[in-house]
């Protein structure tokens, strides 16, 4: 099978960016753990030499591929709630956009050698604006709170993290399955705790 460098480039992707995006696809359809140098190169349909003179190990082409799985997973989700939106309904959107992300990339992380996640961890969150989905979560409750809708003392900072920590939980389960009504029943649960009486 002939390297195709000159297709990846003339698609307007450089050959480094060509390697990534296939690591990506092979992490989306597999996961990262044991995933190797060899995989990837058929992946891209180039020889397996060509990686090493783009990346300085595995580990770092692994890591960007994460990265690039895990960005591509966030383009596909719908949009944030808007801000007017009821906080009720927006918390419901967030979880709801949390489970749907955690079902999505939960999977490839399994197996992944500590160095790999270290590295990953280096690149920052790859969400827009380099803000995870539990600090866009913390930042919009706390608009709300200054516009009255939540209680002054409420610690919004600790329901993001409830929120999306809970639903990361239930997705890692094997087989992820989110009970019917996990995500109302949350919501309920943070409202009765945080929302303005």
Request: hydrophobic content about 50%.
């Amino acid at each position: 099978m002939a390297p195709r460098r000159a297709r990846a480039v003339d698609a307007g992707v450089g050959l480094r960016d060509h390697l990534i995006d296939a690591a990506a696809r092979l992490i989306a359809r597999r996961g990262a753990g044991g995933l190797t140098v060899r995989e990837i190169a058929r992946e891209a349909e180039v020889a397996t030499g060509v990686l090493y003179n783009h990346f300085a190990d595995k580990e770092e082409l692994l890591a960007l591929g994460l990265h690039g799985h895990v960005k591509e997973a966030e383009r596909n989700l719908p949009p944030l709630p808007a801000e007017g939106e009821e906080v009720g309904r927006a918390l419901l959107a967030y979880t709801r956009r949390a489970l749907d992300l955690h079902l999505v990339i939960v999977p490839a992380f399994a197996n992944v050698p500590p160095e790999v996640l270290e590295r990953f961890t280096g690149l920052g969150n790859p969400a827009a604006g380099g803000l995870g989905l539990r600090d866009q979560l913390a930042a919009y409750l706390r608009r709300r709170q200054e516009a009255g809708d939540l209680a002054a003392d409420a610690p919004v900072g600790a329901a993001a993290t409830m929120i999306i920590g809970a639903c990361h939980e239930v997705t890692l389960r094997a087989p992820a399955v989110v009970p019917e009504g996990f995500a109302e029943d949350l919501v309920t649960i943070v409202l009765d705790g945080i929302r303005v009486r």
